[in-house]
């Protein structure tokens, strides 16, 4: 890369002055991008975090034999309702209530059967 001065043309009424012929055109941009910007508000590197969940009870959903059931064998609808109570069995697991996600798991286990 050659580091001679360049000339730059620069019509009379724009109002900017030329840069200086020994800096670069990445400093320009970057203090151009600066005085755009602004300045960072926080110099601290982004912090992540990590969860870790420890599930000690497992609970079954039956989401999947509440949906075979909608799709063979649906007598009086009830594979639909099978189906709608995993899926509550499904959310309370998800915001962390055991209990009252073993209570609709039990219930989709009785309809599905």
Not at 15 to 30: D, W
Not at 36 to 58: D, F, K, Q, R, Y
Request: aromatic share 10%; charged share 15%; glycine share 4%.
């Amino acid at each position: 890369m050659n580091h001679t001065a360049q000339t730059f043309f620069i019509p009379a009424n724009s109002g900017c002055p030329p840069p200086p012929p020994n800096r670069s055109y990445e400093m320009l941009k970057e203090e151009h991008e600066v005085a755009v910007l602004g300045a960072p508000h926080n110099p601290a590197p982004p912090m992540s975090t990590m969860i870790h969940i420890c599930s000690e009870t497992s609970v079954s959903d039956y989401v999947v034999w509440s949906l075979s059931n909608i799709l063979f064998m649906n007598p009086h609808c009830l594979g639909f309702i099978a189906f709608t109570y995993s899926l509550k069995s499904r959310d309370r697991k998800m915001v962390g209530d055991l209990t009252g996600a073993q209570a609709y798991a039990s219930t989709a286990k009785y309809l599905n059967i």
